[in-house]
């Protein structure tokens, strides 16, 4: 299929969309070690948001891996929780400290390209992630634009 470019596009196996729903679970925020990355203009806006300076939040809640910098985790019940993972605000409930300045990588859970590959991958998403296949439809045009920030 063509774009009227002559870009030849591959046609996704989720075009009708697909249905996701966060249940606030905190499943994608904990588990076994793990890597959240942020770029320093997210440190900034979250050191902003903490009312800390960037220097003391790189201090205070980020290491550097080998694969740069990562949101610092705390051992708990389940796992590692990530450092912004707050599960007494909300009874039952897990909420992230940074939610509207969360970095992009949390911003575009599920809809990271490892997980649309296939309807497999999609499925094994969905053994750790409650919220896949709930909820309303989310169009393919919404799942793209997160898709292709990540």
Known sequence: MADGV????????????????????????????????????????????????????????????????????????????????????????AVCGLYEDRPLQCRTFPWWPENLESPKAWARAARSCEGIGRGNLVPIEEIRVSRDRH
């Not at 606030?24 to 440190?43: I, K, L, Q, R």
Request: with cysteine; glycine share 12%.
């Open 6 to 93: 002559g870009i030849k596009q591959k046609r996704e196996w989720y075009g009708e969309g697909l249905r996701f729903e966060c249940t606030m679970c905190g499943d994608c925020c904990t588990g076994p070690p793990g890597y959240v990355s942020f770029t320093d203009d997210e440190a900034r806006t979250i050191a902003r948001r903490l009312g800390i300076s960037k220097a003391a939040f790189y201090r205070d809640y980020a290491h550097k891996g080998p694969r740069g910098w990562s949101l610092n985790e705390v051992r708990a019940e389940r796992g590692y929780d990530c450092v912004f993972l707050d599960r007494a605000a909300v009874p039952g409930k």
